[in-house]
């Protein structure tokens, strides 16, 4: 691992951001051990293994470096894969846990670095020469920088290109994985790249330096090749990612998570309700869509790293059990065609991943 990604380095976070961290194996049994896949919280039957690609650069965009990390079932098989998308000032490791518990259920997971709204960016904006910028300004210049947000979905691009090579050519990592069913996830800035990969089209009005057509919608950045997204925290209308009109042009299922303090900021950093991710829901095409509303469930709950006690939640230990549960249920779903948890798609068996603190959950389906 680089320096970059030292657990000794400093960790920076604020609303709308994943922490960074590092992880450990998740699966409690040993390889080929029988498990019930329907018990989604709990660890699947795989041990996980992970590698590191930090030196990736996409010949297609100037050689832009897209740093990659892989988790995948230590034993053979064909798993589908996920590409999983970090918030604004997070790295590759800013949801290790969540996504070690996703390829412990037989899944190959490429968690993607971008490399203009990472932690190094970020302490690059805070340092004399980037301007001695507050950490708060620093993470705002990468929402409003064009490479920053508008090079994130063809990061995701990239890191599906680079497993279609590795199932043909790597030693580790040959014929394991089944890249006709890909599923993208991604939370705050992360779920904005979901999205757009998805089929949103992202709005460049408040983009520095003025990016064409200037204001309004700007292009389709949409992978033909993702299956479905999974945005947590997604940013409804008003903010500097989306309008109304963004969310019209999502042509596959999308599922949407967030909570009833999940707050945020607007475009000119006003204070943002959680109820105005409701708008997200409303504004979403109809078939295929999916919303979870976690009562008590804050921003900072879906971080799972090491040093998220530097930004105390109440929620984050419900939230953490629920957001497994569900992105191991939706991937068998939509990835693997299991009738078991098309069957445990519902209200009823969400909220029995309830608990002291976020007490209920809404299921919205169109």
């Known amino acids: 691992m680089t320096g970059r990604h030292s657990m000794k380095r400093c960790t920076f976070v604020i609303l709308g951001i994943s922490l960074l961290l590092s992880g450990t194996f998740l699966s409690r049994t040993s390889p080929g051990e029988a498990a019930d896949q329907t018990e989604y919280d709990k660890p699947g039957p795989y041990q996980v293994r992970s590698l590191e690609f930090p030196d990736l650069t996409d010949a297609k965009r ?36 969540q996504v070690r518990h996703l390829a412990s259920h037989g899944y190959v997971v490429v968690c993607v670095e971008h490399t203009d709204s990472n932690n190094e960016r970020i302490k690059y904006y805070m340092s004399r020469r980037g301007g001695h910028l507050r950490f ?22 990239f890191a599906i290109d680079q497993a279609v090579l590795w199932n043909t050519g790597h030693k580790a990592l040959a014929g394991m994985i089944n890249t006709g069913r890909i599923g993208v996830m991604g939370h705050s800035y992360g779920a904005y790249t979901t999205l757009a990969v998805c089929g949103a089209r992202p709005i460049v009005d408040y ?4 990016t064409s057509p200037g204001r309004g919608l700007g292009r389709d950045y949409s992978d033909p090749r993702v299956t479905f997204g999974l945005a947590m925290s997604p940013q409804p ?6 309008s109304t009109e963004s969310y019209k042009t999502i042509n596959r299922p999308i599922v949407g998570m967030t909570g009833s ?20 829901w409303d504004l979403l095409p109809p078939g295929n869509k999916y919303f979870l509303w976690l009562e008590n469930a804050d921003h900072f709950s879906f971080a799972d790293n090491p040093k998220a006690w530097l930004f105390p939640s109440e929620s984050r230990t419900d939230v953490q059990r ?17 009738k078991e948890a098309g069957g445990r798609m519902n209200r ?19």
Not at 74 to 94: C, E, I, M, Q
């Open 348 to 366: 009823e068996y969400v909220n029995s991943l309830s608990g002291t603190v976020v007490t209920e959950i809404q299921w919205r389906e169109k």
């Open 207 to 210: 983009l520095e330096p003025v």
């Open 322 to 338: 629920i957001s497994k549960a569900m992105m191991a249920l939706f991937c068998d779903h939509f990835l693997k065609g299991k």
């Open 136 to 157: 708060a300004d620093a993470l705002n210049r990468t929402t409003h920088d064009p490479q920053a947000m508008l090079q994130r979905p063809g990061d995701v691009s």
């Open 261 to 280: 303090k999940d707050t945020g900021k607007t475009f000119d950093d006003k204070a943002m309700p959680a109820e105005a991710r409701w708008q997200f």
């Open 62 to 97: 100037k050689d832009r470096k897209v740093p990659l990390k892989v988790h995948f079932p230590a034993t053979g098989g064909k798993f589908p894969l996920v590409v999983f998308s970090h918030g604004g000032g997070g790295n590759w490791d800013s949801y290790i846990h």
């Open 237 to 242: 209308p008003g903010t500097t990612y989306f």
